[in-house]
């Protein structure tokens, strides 16, 4: 081999582990958490209101990314759209996307893990991005699905969009009333709306108060979270609008006797205002709140059938 040949072989080997590097890094899960919460919190998706074309434009991006992740739908699709009345107006129609990955044990306990798409669309013209609310937390449920299709959970897993939520939880309701799976085999929902921005770098995880056998694992997982993450806001010790139960869609389940977890920051400046945008995520911290969600989900799936007999499920 001649020199220039050599350097010319050298030169292709470097570009060819550079792309190998770049090919692991595209594949780790949350490497797209912030192109997410960029598409979605767009102005292009006009608060991606509950049936409106915003809405849609929305869902049809994370139905994208259900397929580039590999996931397959929970039934014949993955839609599965639903019909409500609110107090005044006409009918709203709202759609779930729901999603399901196998367990390798033979266990028939389901983990459900969610976060709502929906935001507050267009009002008096300003467009409300919802960047944090929730954009953010289907971020962290496309990295979560990303982790399982990587490395397969034990137990199976719906991976559940809700819209509506800014609507009374009409999407989980929904979910509820007529589950795609047995309500009595869910043994825990993990859900995730808001876990991008917080001042003091602080994500909460709820659930442990009136659930204490939740306790061990998420103490656990607090102990070597990326940020730093506290238990609380899960009851009325501090007054009942410090109790987080049923401000988002766990509420849904936890009215049906289904253990939950919730993971979210504390209300913020942007919170339901038109200045929720991408360009005011703190993205080192959403990073990490990303890989707390990731580790969390992954213990609590481990630990999924001890959780379901200490509820009694």
Do not use: C
Request: hydrophobic share 40%.
């Amino acid at each position: 081999m001649t020199l220039h040949a050599f350097r010319h072989a050298v030169a292709v080997s470097a570009v060819l582990v550079a792309l190998t590097g770049q090919a692991h890094a595209a594949l780790k899960p949350g490497a797209h958490a912030l192109d997410d919460v960029r598409v979605l919190s767009a102005d292009n998706m006009e608060g991606r209101g509950v049936g409106t074309p915003g809405g849609a434009k929305a869902r049809a991006y994370i139905v994208q990314r259900f397929g580039q992740i590999g996931l397959r739908p929970q039934g014949a699709a993955f839609e599965r759209p639903f019909i409500f009345k609110p107090r005044f107006g006409r009918e709203v129609s709202g759609v779930n996307l729901v999603a399901r990955i196998e367990g390798t044990s033979s266990s028939d306990k389901v983990l459900v893990v969610s976060a709502h798409y929906d935001h507050l669309g267009v009002r008096k013209g300003q467009v409300y991005n919802g960047a944090d609310d929730n954009a953010s937390g289907i971020a962290g449920l496309l990295a979560v699905a990303e982790a399982f299709r990587a490395r397969p959970p034990r137990h199976t897993v719906l991976i559940v969009a809700f819209d509506g939520e800014e609507s009374g939880l009409r999407g989980a309701k929904a979910f509820v009333a007529d589950p795609p799976v047995p309500l009595a085999s869910i043994g825990l929902t993990v859900n995730f709306d808001m876990i991008s921005k917080n001042a003091k770098g602080e994500l909460y995880v709820s659930g442990a108060g009136p659930q204490p056998y939740l306790k061990p694992v998420l103490a656990g997982v607090a102990k070597a979270a990326p940020v730093k993450l506290l238990l609380g806001h899960d009851t009325d010790a501090q007054g009942k609008e410090d109790n987080w139960t049923a401000q988002s869609d766990q509420g849904a389940f936890a009215e049906k006797g289904v253990p939950w977890v919730y993971f979210g920051v504390e209300d913020h400046p942007e919170y339901h205002q038109p200045t929720d945008d991408f360009a005011t995520v703190p993205q080192d911290f959403f990073k990490r709140s990303v890989a707390t969600v990731v580790t969390a989900t992954r213990a609590l799936d481990d630990d999924l059938d001890g959780i379901s007999r200490a509820a009694g499920r």
